[in-house]
C-alpha cells in the first residue's frame, strides 16, 4: 500500500516548455486535489477533481490543466511554463465520509522554471 | 469558505505542552476543524479533526469552546521532532470540499 505517489520528484523546465506532473493513490479515494506551495507559503488549491471524470478549478488555476481519467490517477500540466509556477506541488487524495475528512499527500514534485 | 487566522511563529522548550489557536468567526453550521502538521520537504499530514468540545487521540488534543468561532491545538510534551508547521482548516466533512491552508504556524521547539 503506497498510499500516494508522485513522479518526478524535481523537474527543471525552460520558459515555455510542457510537462505534466503525475499522481496516483491506491486507496479507492474518490477525491484527488492539486496543491502549490511556494517558499514560506502555506498551500493553495490548484484543482480538485470529486469522482472520476469530474475536475474543477480551485483558487489558483491559471496555467494549469487536470485530467482524471480513472479513480487511481490525477495529472496536472503545464503547457507554457513560466517562471512564477516554479512551486512544490502536493497531490492529495481524500478519505471523506459524511462526518469526517482526511487528505492523504504525496511527497510532492519540486519543480524550477527558468 | 470559513477564514482561519493563526499566530505566524511559536517557540516552546522540549517537555513543555504547547497550545496553538486558531481564529474561524465565519465558520458554517455543518464545517469541521481539521488540523494538519507539515515538516519540511514533505507534504502535511492528518493530525486530529473535530466538530466540538474535545477530542482528544495519541498525539494531540482540540479543544472547541461552545460557540466554535475558534480552537486550541494542545500537544503535550513537545519534543524536538515537533518542530514543524501547523495548518488550522475550516470545512465541511465527507470527500469533496475547498479549504485554505493558509500559511499556518510554524512551531520551534528548543532544547
Known amino acids: 500500500n503506497a498510499g500516494v505517489t508522485q513522479t518526478p520528484k524535481f523537474q527543471v523546465l525552460k520558459t515555455g516548455q510542457s510537462m505534466t506532473l503525475q499522481c496516483a493513490q491506491d486507496m479507492n479515494h474518490n477525491s484527488m486535489y492539486w496543491y502549490r506551495q511556494d517558499p514560506g507559503m502555506g498551500l493553495r488549491l490548484i484543482y480538485y477533481?470529486?469522482?472520476?471524470?469530474?475536475?474543477d478549478k480551485g483558487e489558483v488555476p491559471n496555467g494549469y490543466n487536470v485530467s482524471r481519467l480513472n479513480k487511481r490517477e490525477f495529472s496536472l500540466r503545464l503547457e507554457s511554463a513560466a517562471p512564477s509556477q516554479t512551486s512544490v506541488y502536493f497531490c492529495?487524495?481524500?478519505?471523506?465520509?459524511?462526518?469526517?475528512?482526511?487528505?492523504?499527500f504525496g511527497p510532492g514534485t519540486r519543480l524550477t522554471v527558468l | 469558505l470559513a477564514k482561519t487566522t493563526q499566530p505566524i511563529s511559536m517557540d516552546s522548550y522540549e517537555g513543555q505542552e504547547v497550545n496553538i489557536t486558531c481564529s474561524h468567526n465565519?465558520?458554517?453550521?455543518?464545517?469541521?476543524i481539521t488540523w494538519y502538521q507539515q515538516f519540511p520537504s514533505q507534504g502535511p499530514r492528518f493530525i486530529i479533526q473535530g466538530y466540538k468540545t474535545k477530542v482528544t487521540n495519541e498525539v494531540a488534543s482540540l479543544f472547541i469552546p461552545a460557540d466554535r468561532k475558534s480552537s486550541t491545538l494542545s500537544l503535550p510534551r513537545v519534543s524536538l521532532s515537533d518542530t514543524a508547521v501547523y495548518y488550522c482548516?475550516?470545512?465541511?466533512?465527507?470527500?469533496?470540499?475547498?479549504?485554505?491552508f493558509g500559511t499556518g504556524t510554524k512551531l520551534q521547539v528548543i532544547p
Open positions: 492529495a487524495s481524500i478519505r471523506g465520509t459524511p462526518r469526517f475528512n482526511e487528505q492523504f
Open positions: 477533481s470529486a469522482s472520476e471524470g469530474t475536475t
Open positions: 482548516l475550516v470545512g465541511s466533512p465527507g470527500g469533496y470540499q475547498k479549504v485554505t
Open positions: 465565519n465558520i458554517a453550521t455543518n464545517d469541521y
